[in-house]
């Protein structure tokens, strides 16, 4: 049995629910200790998928908080920093998110 390649749409929306969750872990010093590894790793594939595509990343609507997050993570957890750097890349490469990474205080 072949499997199915998920369309944009569904990679997107993979994008979506990982980032929800990253205004809470934020916030909350005990979620982001028990949840910020296995919110990155949803969030790390979901960018991996949409790569190739930097419109579909481009018109991501939480950029500000993606970089607080992706921050806040290379500092804390330095085993993270090696996909940290990998995330960034791909990102980077998006107009958009470089607009909104300059943009944050």
Sequence with gaps: MALKDP???EKAA???RATSRFDALLKDTRQ???GCE??????RIACVHL???SESLGA???????WRFLSKLSRERKPF??????VLGIL???DAWMKAFVEDP
């Design 60 to 66: 991501f609507e939480k950029k500000q908080v993606v």
């Design 32 to 34: 982001w200790e028990n």
């Design 51 to 53: 790569r190739k595509d």
């Design 14 to 16: 993979r994008l979506e």
């Design 38 to 43: 296995a919110v990155f790793s949803e969030f």
């Design 92 to 94: 980077m490469t998006s």
């Design 81 to 86: 920093w090696g996909r940290c750097e990998e």
């Design 7 to 9: 369309d944009v749409a």
